[in-house]
T-cell receptor
Framework: GIQVEQSPPDLILQEGANSTLRCNFSDSVNNLQWFHQNPWGQLINLFYIPSGTKQNGRLSATTVATERYSLLYISSSQTTDSGVYFCAVLNNDMRFGAGTRLTVKP | DTEVTQTPKHLVMGMTNKKSLKCEQHMGHRAMYWYKQKAKKPPELMFVYSYEKLSINESVPSRFSPECPNSSLLNLHLHALQPEDSALYLC???????????FGPGTRLTVL
């Protein structure tokens, strides 16, 4: 099946810093989603982004489908950004990467 | 309303108990999903229902039994579970299968 790799696995930032999270996938996909999982386990949709670039406040994402990767940018990070960020690819069904665990320190 | 609800939030059960997890959505979605997530791991797909019919069972043991009574509801019946089944169980829905998935808050299950 399709392989999804996320990097880095762990990231520690000082509040206010910027970061880039990467997602590589091994085959063409119909769609791709980025999620933030908060400490209580809720998976929050960030972006549905099969290709191109989208922005939502301090977050933006870019997917280059032909090169099989997606990037999530977080600018001016806040402590509430802490949690696990998952990339998930969709053909018929969703397959998740292992996630990037982000800790933002005050 | 883009909400998927799940009950209960927490569940502790013994290995001989029978319990059920419930999931509900009112977005008119016709695909619903159960995922299992162990600590520090990503969610893994268990079951997919599309138009109230079971489409995928990802080699899940028979002690987990899904049910989709109507287009808004999804149940997961649990029987004779093992301690290693302790996990966060997440429900999701999407408009058709393959579209954006929306997740519920999960049920945190502990099997003693």
């Amino acid at each position: 099946g399709i392989q999804v790799e996320q990097s880095p696995p762990d990231l520690i930032l000082q509040e206010g810093a910027n970061s880039t999270l990467r997602c590589n996938f091994s085959d063409s996909v119909n769609n791709l989603q980025w999620f933030h999982q908060n400490p209580w386990g809720q998976l929050i949709n960030l972006f549905y982004i099969p290709s191109g670039t989208k922005q939502n406040g301090r977050l933006s994402a870019t997917t280059v489908a032909t090169e099989r990767y997606s990037l999530l940018y977080i600018s001016s990070s806040q402590t509430t950004d802490s949690g696990v960020y998952f990339c998930a690819v969709l053909n018929n069904d969703m397959r998740f990467g292992a996630g990037t665990r982000l800790t933002v320190k005050p | 309303d883009t909400e998927v609800t799940q009950t209960p939030k927490h569940l502790v059960m013994g290995m001989t108990n029978k319990k059920s997890l419930k999931c509900e959505q009112h977005m008119g979605h016709r695909a619903m999903y159960w995922y299992k997530q162990k600590a520090k791991k990503p969610p893994e797909l268990m079951f997919v229902y599309s138009y109230e019919k079971l489409s995928i069972n990802e080699s899940v043991p028979s002690r987990f039994s899904p049910e989709c009574p109507n287009s808004s509801l999804l149940n997961l019946h649990l029987h004779a579970l093992q301690p290693e089944d302790s996990a966060l169980y997440l429900c999701a829905s999407s408009h058709p299968r393959g579209d954006t998935q929306y997740f519920g808050p999960g049920t945190r299950l502990t099997v003693l």
